[in-house]
């Protein structure tokens, strides 16, 4: 019995230990332009853990590469610029949107077409992976 309570308190404490996960609200991708092969997906990524949450990187199902990119103004110039890893502190939210933060896909899938699902992998400053999906939409 005693043994039994131990194992109980060990798997109740493992959560903590594991990475923390991220809440992802409102993911969605701009319906491919014909004659572009780039694109941009969209999310609120909330991390309601107590610790900082690190995204080193993305990866998409429906382009070949996808980075995290910012909107910044340079010299006048609205310029997209690659975030190698954002920082989400306890209790913020990264809020992606247009004209803003996005996840900037590479050769996207021509294919794709409204309404349908793509698959979305982040990956952690820990090693560890957080899948989402994002929903085509007409623009
Ligand atoms: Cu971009």
């Given amino acids: 019995?005693?043994?039994?309570?131990?194992?109980?308190?060990?798997l109740l404490a493992l959560p903590s230990a594991f990475a923390a996960e991220l809440?992802?609200?409102n993911a969605w991708l701009k319906q491919p332009i014909p004659g572009s092969d780039n694109g941009a997906a969209y999310a609120s990524l909330h991390n309601d853990s107590e610790q900082t949450v690190v995204i080193t990187?993305?990866?998409?199902?429906a382009a070949e590469r996808t980075e995290i990119h910012e909107h910044q103004m340079q010299q006048g110039?609205?310029?997209?610029v690659h975030l190698p890893e954002l920082r989400i502190a306890p209790?913020?939210?990264?809020?992606?949107?247009?004209?803003?933060?996005?996840?900037?896909?590479?050769?996207?899938?021509?294919?794709?077409?409204?309404?349908?699902q793509v698959n979305f992998t982040l990956r952690f400053e820990d090693g560890s992976e957080q899948q989402f999906q994002a929903r085509v939409k007409a623009i």
């Fill in 1 to 10: 019995m005693r043994a039994w309570i131990v194992l109980m308190a060990g």
């Fill in 23 to 25: 809440t992802i609200n």
């Fill in 91 to 116: 209790g913020e939210t990264a809020s992606f949107n247009p004209g803003g933060l996005h996840f900037m896909l590479f050769k996207l899938n021509p294919q794709l077409r409204v309404g349908e």
């Fill in 77 to 80: 110039m609205m310029k997209m």
């Fill in 57 to 61: 990187g993305v990866s998409s199902n």
